[in-house]
């Protein structure tokens, strides 16, 4: 009788126990963001190494993989688009094999450069995919990407959702910028999408990550300055006024190519995640709990001269200068300062 007891109390304590930790929403989740890989395997006709190092980007892609799995605890890592040169099929496929290395879970978005180009007459263009073709090639074991879609949502871990967009437009050559539109949007039935999952998340944590930013980061981005107007994404101030709604907290973007730091408009935290392909190569590890967000940004292990040629390649490039980035020693210091953006290497922030 006693021994029933004994065993109905630890019964009763051990569902107690699972039924509390069942409710529990998570308490600390560690990931890593990156961005921009834009792989271009050396044997492809053309590939150079200019601000993109577009024969380097295998290398370094390989070498941030090898870094991550080395992190102690990490849950998932974030892949803000971008991921191949031009949506080339074999581009895909050796990304796919690289990121297939990763220990732990990754989620995708897609880039501008991850859907077909529009031929013109003004360039020769490799084969390019369907940008749902190519976001059928990241539906995987760790969920993310659905087949027939572009965009999705996820829960991560207890309580806490990705919402990865889909914030590209078509790649249509724009004869008077002399480049394929690079631009973006949440179009309206990502809108009416993007409503329903906040509605029904609600009183969960929501991470969203897309590639285009919902912010501008340099003034050239308001002015339009080289069509910069097409780094962030045309209807930003709905789509943040969408999240603001629902208590959306925090933003991971990329496209942008330059080093991490974040803004808050709007209530929203909006982080930018530096390029795998670009000076200065770099990737962040985040810590969120349910009321903070905490990060450090680390360097891509690569060898010394491939360091040097980035920070040549990245120095000679007139077009990502900017204006007030003229070609003399002041000016190259406050460009590399703005895309090195060395005061925010490290960070927190409170988001409840
Ligand atoms: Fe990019
Ligand atoms: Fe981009």
Known sequence: MRRFRILSIVGIFLW???????????????????????????????VSDGFKLGLKTVMLTENVV??????????????????????????IDELRRILDGLKVPYFVVLGNHDLSLVPHEKKDQPVSLSKYTV???????????????????????????????????????VPEAGLNDFGGRVDEGQMRWLEGV???????????????????????DVKNHNYWR???????????????????????????????????????????TPAISTYPMRYTVYEVTPTTLSWEVKDIPAPQEVWDLAKKNFLANKWWRGPDHPE?????????????????????????
Not at 198 to 220: A, E, F, M, R, Y
Not at 330 to 352: A, C, H, I, Q, W
């Open 16 to 46: 107690v126990l699972a039924a509390f930790s069942f409710c529990l929403a998570f308490d600390k989740v560690k990931f890593v963001a990156i961005s921009d890989p834009h792989i271009s395997i050396p044997q492809q006709k053309g």
């Open 66 to 91: 090898a870094e991550i799995n080395k992190i102690p605890d990490l849950n998932f890592v974030l892949l803000a688009g971008d991921l191949t040169q031009d949506a080339e099929p074999w581009n």
């Open 198 to 220: 906040l509605k029904k998340n609600q009183k969960k944590t929501i991470i969203v990550l897309t590639h285009h930013s919902l912010v501008p980061w340099h003034d050239g």
């Open 328 to 352: 003399t020693p002041e000016g190259d210091r406050k460009y590399l300062e703005f895309y090195e953006s060395p005061g925010t290497m490290k960070g927190k922030v409170k988001v409840k």
């Open 135 to 173: 976001a059928g090639a990241f539906i995987g074991r760790s969920g993310g990407m659905v087949p027939g879609m572009t965009y999705y949502s996820h829960e991560v871990a207890k309580d806490l959702v990705l919402i990865g967009l889909d914030t590209s437009r078509a790649q249509v050559f």
């Open 230 to 272: 097409w780094f962030w994404v045309d209807n930003a101030g709905d789509v943040r006024g969408l999240l603001k709604k629902y208590g959306v907290r925090l933003v991971f973007s990329g496209h942008r190519h330059i080093s991490t730091r974040y803004q808050n408009v709007d209530d929203i935290f909006h982080f930018i």
